[in-house]
C-alpha cells in the first residue's frame, strides 16, 4: 500500500472513531428520562461505592432525574428541546462524511468541528452557571470538547500531510512566466 493510500486509510479510520461517537452522543439524549432512571438506581444498587465517594454526584442525579421527570409529566414538550439535541449531533455526524470521502476538499468540516469543540468551554462556564450547574458538572461536559477535539486535530495533520503528498508538482514547464 502506497504512504498516500495508507493515510486516506488512518484519516477514515479516525473519522468513524468520530462519527460513532457523535451518533452515540446523540442518540442518548432521546431516552433521557429511561437513562436518568437507571443511572439513579445504579448509583443506589451496584454503583453505591461511587454514590458513596461522591455523594454530590448522587444528589445531582436525584435533582435531574426529577426534574426531568416532571417536566415529562407536566410539560412533555420541554423534552423535545433534547429531541433535537440528539438530533443535531446525528446532523453534524452526516456532515463529517464529506472530509471521510475527500479528506482535502473538505478539510473545512474538521476546522468546523474544531471551532464547535472550543466553543463548548465557553458555553459551559457561561451557560452552566446560568441554569445552576454544579461547576464539577460543567467540567465534565467541557470534557466533551476537550477530548472531541483530540481526534479532530490528529485528522487535521494528517489531511495537511496527504494534501502535501498528491499535490500537483509544477515543473519549470509548467510554471507561469
Same mark, same amino acid.
Not at 445504579?42 to 461505592?49: D, E, Q
Not at 444528589?59 to 409529566?73: C, K, Q, S, T
Not at 476546522?111 to 466553543?119: D, H, N, R, S, V
Not at 467540567?139 to 485528522?155: A, T
Given at each position: ?6 493515510? &486516506?486509510?488512518? *484519516?477514515?479510520?479516525?473519522? !468513524?472513531?468520530? *462519527?460513532?461517537?457523535?451518533?452515540? @452522543? ?7 428520562? $429511561? ?6 438506581d445504579?448509583?443506589?444498587?451496584? /454503583?453505591? +461505592?461511587v /454514590? ?15 426534574? !426531568? ?6 410539560y +412533555? ?7 433535537? &439535541? ?12 464529506? +472530509?471521510?470521502?475527500d +479528506?482535502?476538499?473538505?478539510?473545512w !468540516? ?7 469543540? /472550543? ?12 441554569r445552576?450547574?454544579?461547576? @464539577?458538572? @460543567? ?10 477535539? *483530540? ?5 487535521h ?5 496527504l494534501?502535501?503528498? $498528491?499535490?500537483? !508538482?509544477? @515543473?519549470?514547464? $509548467? &510554471?507561469?512566466?
Open positions: 500500500m502506497s504512504e498516500t493510500g495508507a493515510l &486516506l486509510r488512518r *484519516i477514515r479510520v479516525w473519522l !468513524v472513531f468520530f *462519527i460513532v461517537c457523535l451518533v452515540l @452522543s446523540g442518540a442518548t439524549a432521546f431516552p433521557l428520562v $429511561t437513562e436518568l432512571h437507571l443511572i439513579e445504579a448509583l443506589n444498587g451496584w /454503583a453505591s +461505592p /454514590a458513596d465517594a461522591f455523594p454530590e454526584l448522587r444528589e445531582w442525579i436525584a435533582r435531574v432525574r426529577a426534574g !426531568v421527570d416532571g417536566a415529562d409529566r407536566q +412533555p414538550f420541554l423534552l423535545y428541546g433534547t429531541d433535537w &439535541l440528539a438530533f443535531a449531533h446525528l446532523v453534524i455526524a452526516v456532515a463529517f462524511y464529506g +472530509p471521510y470521502r +479528506p482535502v476538499r473538505n478539510i !468540516v474538521i476546522e468546523f468541528g474544531m471551532i464547535a469543540c /472550543a466553543g463548548i468551554i465557553p458555553l459551559a462556564l457561561i451557560c452552566g452557571p446560568i445552576g450547574i454544579p461547576f @464539577s458538572w @460543567s467540567l465534565i461536559d467541557m470534557s466533551f470538547g476537550v477530548f472531541g477535539v *483530540i481526534p479532530l486535530l490528529v485528522v495533520r494528517m489531511i495537511k500531510r494534501e502535501a503528498l $498528491t499535490a500537483p !508538482v509544477l @515543473s519549470a514547464r $509548467t &510554471l507561469p512566466v
